[in-house]
């Protein structure tokens, strides 16, 4: 009988399709588009959705990966992208936002 040392992908929280036994390359390719999100996004410095569209992930999947996996295997990176993320919100999305009343 394995032990779940031998596997990581079942430390993971919230994974409910992570606890067979032998799903090795589900893990794997969860760590690998994290491992993508994170070069694109804090070495490129873009957005979620410029991220979107130059990775092809999907939003909301990217921000489950962003708060469930890297948080929990890469706490520094993790921190690195909360405050990208909140430089963001605070200022291209706010000036969108002023630039839309300034045109009406």
Known sequence: MESIVDYPEKQFP????????????????????????????????????????????????????IHVYIQYYDDEAYHRLKRLLRYNKQHKFCNKKQRGVEQS
């Open 14 to 65: 919230g994974v409910d399709d992570c606890y067979t036994i032998g799903d090795f390359t589900n893990w794997q390719s969860r760590k690998n588009k994290c491992d993508l999100i994170i070069e694109w996004m804090l070495e490129r410095d873009l957005t979620i959705r410029e991220c979107e569209k130059e990775t092809g992930i999907p939003r909301s999947t990217i921000h489950r990966y």
